[in-house]
């Protein structure tokens, strides 16, 4: 399973404008130019994340775009959903859908919406303002993250 190039590129773009959060609104070509991102990529980004309510934008003078609520209370989800779409790794459990030749005898149809919720809790565990923190130090011996004791 894979992101979308879409979705892998509005996290991107959402961890750059997070890096204004307490200071000047930035713009969509600001945040092309730090990603190094197309504008035309970061403009279409731009208008699904402000329509999700991820970013916020101001027209006139002082305008702009800011994360429209603080970085710790978005969550992957929330940016991939913006542009995916709900979280579904099979098409045969969106509503509506009935093109599988196998729907009425699937017995692991019923099981996709647990994984799918699955899949969507850990995602939804991962905020914003964790990918603007340095990556933990990776153990070289196991490749195993090492956390911190404080």
């Known amino acids: 399973m894979r992101l ?13 404008a997070s890096r204004h959060c307490g200071g000047t609104r930035t713009s969509a070509a600001c945040l092309a130019a730090e990603t190094s991102l197309p504008a035309p990529t970061v403009q279409k980004l731009v ?11 101001t027209r006139g003078a002082g305008g702009g775009l800011k994360l429209a609520r603080p970085a ?16 579904a790794l099979t098409p045969c459990v969106e509503a509506g859908r009935h093109d599988c030749g196998m729907e009425s005898g699937c017995s692991v149809r019923p099981h996709w919406p647990v994984v799918n919720a699955a899949l969507r809790g850990a ?7 964790q990918l603007l923190a340095p990556p ?15």
């Open 72 to 87: 710790a209370a978005i969550s992957l989800v929330d940016i991939i959903e913006a542009v995916e779409g709900p979280i």
């Open 123 to 129: 995602l939804a565990g991962v905020k914003l303002a």
């Open 136 to 150: 933990a130090p990776k153990d070289a011996a196991n490749g195993m993250m090492m956390e911190s004791v404080a």
């Open 4 to 16: 979308s190039s879409m979705a892998d590129y509005a996290v991107v773009v959402m961890v750059a």
């Open 47 to 57: 208008s699904r994340l402000v329509g999700a309510g991820l970013l916020a934008s």
